[in-house]
């Protein structure tokens, strides 16, 4: 309950509006920012802003790898975005769950987090507020953010994708 009341209090990208920059590494150590997650042709993009601890992002992505598998999304880019975590961590957790093909961009540092709404710090304490998924067009407009353990529905996602008007999920109870 708290990390949802958390990520409620967070600026989150806002809706309407083209995506954020950001940046961050792959597991090889190469910058990987906006402008490259953007330059792959796809039909919308879901953002996933997760850690390997988090029970909510685990479910989450398991969802949306079936949902991907399944035909679901079609033509959608997945790319996730490894909060604080090593690749050495990361990389064999996502393999495990069938995700190792998976574009993960390395959020070494907090920043990606900071810009998409997820940490908040407090003196030298990080906080997360996880799971986030961002959902953006082809254009990199931002169609949706949904925080919690329903972010990663599935059907919210390429609803978002499929409304002419992006939306902004509404506040959990």
Known sequence: MIPLLLAL?????AVGQSLPWFAGWSADDRVINRDAVLA????????????????PCEAGLKALAAAREE????????TLIACGEPPATVKPWLAARGLDGVRVIYDRFGAIARDLGVERSTG???RLALPRVVVADRAGVVRAVFDGAEAHDPARVAA????????????AP
């Open 160 to 171: 978002a994708l499929k409304t002419p008007t992006p939306l902004r999920a509404p506040a």
């Open 40 to 55: 792959a042709p796809a039909e919308g993009r879901v953002i996933v802003l997760f850690a390997t601890w988090c029970a």
């Open 124 to 126: 030298t304490a990080r």
């Open 71 to 78: 035909g679901a999304l079609p033509g959608v880019e997945l």
């Open 9 to 13: 209090t967070l600026a989150a990208p």
